[in-house]
């Protein structure tokens, strides 16, 4: 089982319970980033353990699986491990890997290697919920043998001299998606289990927000509630493909009942469930979609949805005069004081998100081409599609100091406090941990925010922060200032609804620069 960085190995009695061990580790955060680790391994093996029919693999399969052992010998720390040469050893060189070479050569065609390495396969194999037949392991093994001999000739051909580009990396076809199709014969993968394969696929987590996570698992952990209630069964135990449409729909009902809005159960909990088992479809986990088609009907009367709304000019002239009058109290700290101050001119001028602009940072206000301009990025924190843009500022936020106020804050975020107990700079963030001790302080200034606009703003059906995305988006497409939509979506990261649509933009920061500055300023003087 993968522990940290080692693995550890753990036997098994017929009759054990429960699988008991150290994480090898006393720092909290770490001990729940490596129980998660070895739990969603566990899971694994078991669904490949209860697998009744082995998978075949194909070839180009695994010549694709064999590309890590590639990519392993072809490591200098990995080669330097496995041909027991020290790190500061001065014999690592041409002589010794043609040795090498020559004796791996020897043990593959003796079949001694494929025999070494195949407990490890197997392991691997179970770690990606998988069990493959035979004449599948059979080729397997050949290939991660012929993979392991190339990255030995990689050693040798670095030791020569040659540090030109791998000509045998490019061979190996990405690692296809075989946890899922290893998975797709275990009929009783449960509703936790699924919704953690599709939180936990690279695709997804490359491109589903933390925010839709969350949502998401809060969907699937009521619904496998109600289900294990109306079955008398403990939860979590509830198979994803005995879900039927009517439970769905008597779910949905009994959220109606508690009082939850027809547009939060449409919207939330039944688009949850319709994607991720529509997910589960498309990769042979379940043969239909028990969600699909369930929606109920809203009775508007003439009203438009809660947060699909942007101000009335009105409304927005009173938020901007109630933060241009702002001044802290002696219990608001300087960055809230100054969030409050600006992050509501700078959504104004831009339909941002609130969270992108409460995440700002000193060195994210810079000279573009000449102009000031911000950059929205992931590197500052959190951003929900994971890209980074430049939107020019607007004439009248540098009238009214912004730059000024920027040049004068300390270096950092300018309007939030990372948590200092997590906070690392440079790392990685991801759905499931906040190394960089964002979150928090961005949802509590979130909710300043909202609070401070609900101040001069009471209307239900306008959202207090993305309202000004809202209008923002409707302003630019008035005929008076006729913005082009490429444009208009490009301030807001909004995906071009046809690729055609952004030809003809040379320079994108230059359209949007043109755009912005015909923008009417707002006049709250």
Same mark, same amino acid.
Request: proline share 8%; with cysteine.
């Given at each position: 089982m993968p522990v940290g960085d080692d693995l550890v190995e753990h036997r098994v009695g017929r009759n054990a319970e429960h699988i008991v061990l150290s994480l090898r580790t006393a720092d909290k955060s770490e001990i729940f980033t490596r129980n998660a680790s070895v739990l969603a391994y566990l899971e694994n093996v078991f669904?490949?353990?209860?697998?009744?029919?082995?998978?075949?693999?194909?070839?180009?399969?695994?010549?694709?699986?064999?590309g890590g052992w590639y990519r392993g010998w072809a490591s200098e720390e990995t080669a330097?491990?496995?041909?027991?040469?020290?790190?500061?050893?001065?014999?690592?060189?041409?002589?010794?890997?043609?040795?090498?070479?020559?004796?791996?050569?020897?043990?593959?065609?003796?079949?001694?290697?494929?025999?070494?390495?195949?407990?490890?396969?197997?392991?691997?194999?179970?770690?990606?919920?998988?069990?493959?037949?035979?004449?599948?392991?059979?080729?397997?093994?050949r290939e991660c043998a012929k993979a392991r001999l190339e990255g030995i000739e990689s050693q040798l051909r670095n030791a020569k001299g040659d540090y030109s580009p791998d000509p045998k990396a490019g061979r190996f076809p990405p690692s296809l998606d075989l946890t899922q199709a290893g998975a797709a014969s275990d009929k009783g993968l449960t509703l936790d289990a699924l919704f953690k394969k599709w939180r936990d696929h690279p695709e997804n987590k490359r491109t589903v927000s933390q925010a839709t996570v969350r949502a998401y698992d809060r969907a699937f952990r009521a619904l496998d509630a109600f289900v294990a209630e109306k079955r008398s069964v403990p939860p979590l135990t509830i198979p994803a493909a005995s879900i039927t449409r009517a439970e769905i729909q008597q779910f949905a009902e009994r959220r109606l009942d508690d009082g939850t809005s027809i547009t939060t159960v449409n919207d939330g909990d039944l688009a949850a469930l319709k994607s991720i088992l529509g997910w589960a479809v498309k990769r042979g986990l379940m043969t239909g979609n028990a969600a699909d088609g369930i929606r109920f009907k809203e009775d508007k009367k003439g009203k438009r949805p809660t947060g699909k709304t942007g101000f009335t000019e009105e409304e927005a002239i009173a938020i901007l005069r109630h933060a241009l009058?702002?001044?802290?109290?002696?219990?608001?700290?300087?960055?809230m004081e100054a969030a409050k101050r600006w992050v509501p001119w700078l959504q104004a001028y831009s339909g941002t998100r609130v969270g992108e602009m409460g995440q700002l940072r000193r060195q994210d206000i810079r000279l573009h081409n000449g102009r000031w301009?911000?950059?929205?990025?992931?590197?500052?924190?959190?951003?929900?599609?994971?890209?980074?843009?430049?939107?020019?500022?607007?004439?009248? +936020?540098?009238? /009214?100091?912004?730059?000024? &106020? !920027?040049?004068? #804050?300390?270096?950092? =975020?300018?309007?939030? $406090?990372?948590?200092?107990?997590?906070?690392?700079?440079?790392?990685?963030?991801?759905?499931?941990?906040?190394?960089?001790?964002?979150?928090?302080?961005?949802?509590?200034?979130?909710?300043?925010?909202?609070?401070?606009?609900?101040?001069v703003v009471k209307r239900p059906d306008v959202a207090p922060t993305h309202g000004w995305r809202h209008?923002?988006?409707?302003?630019?497409? +008035?005929?008076? /200032?006729?913005?082009?939509? &490429? !444009?208009?979506? #490009?301030?807001?990261? =909004?995906?071009?609804? $046809?690729?055609?649509?952004?030809?003809?933009?040379?320079d994108l920061f230059e359209a949007m620069a043109e755009a912005i500055d015909r923008v009417p300023r707002y006049k709250v003087e």
């Open positions: 669904a490949a353990l209860r697998c009744t029919k082995p998978r075949s693999l194909s070839h180009r399969e695994c010549v694709g699986l064999s330097r491990h496995y041909a027991k040469v020290e790190p500061e050893s001065p014999e690592f060189n041409e002589q010794l890997w043609k040795s090498v070479l020559a004796k791996e050569q020897k043990r593959i065609d003796s079949g001694e290697t494929q025999r070494e390495i195949a407990p490890r396969v197997d392991a691997f194999l179970l770690g990606k919920g998988l069990r493959i037949d035979t004449n599948s392991t059979e080729m397997l093994l009058a702002h001044r802290g109290s002696g219990r608001e700290s300087a960055k301009a911000l950059e929205v990025t992931p590197d500052a924190g959190k951003q929900k599609r994971g890209n980074a843009w430049l939107i020019p500022l607007h004439p009248h +936020l540098l009238e /009214l100091g912004f730059v000024e &106020f !920027v040049k004068a #804050a300390p270096a950092g =975020h300018l309007f939030i $406090t990372p948590n200092p107990k997590v906070y690392k700079a440079d790392a990685p963030d991801t759905r499931s941990k906040d190394p960089r001790g964002i979150l928090g302080p961005l949802s509590a200034l979130n909710n300043r925010l909202a609070e401070f606009a609900r101040e209008r923002f988006k409707a302003k630019g497409r +008035l005929p008076s /200032l006729n913005i082009h939509p &490429f !444009v208009l979506d #490009a301030f807001s990261d =909004h995906a071009p609804r $046809t690729e055609g649509e952004g030809y003809g933009f040379n």
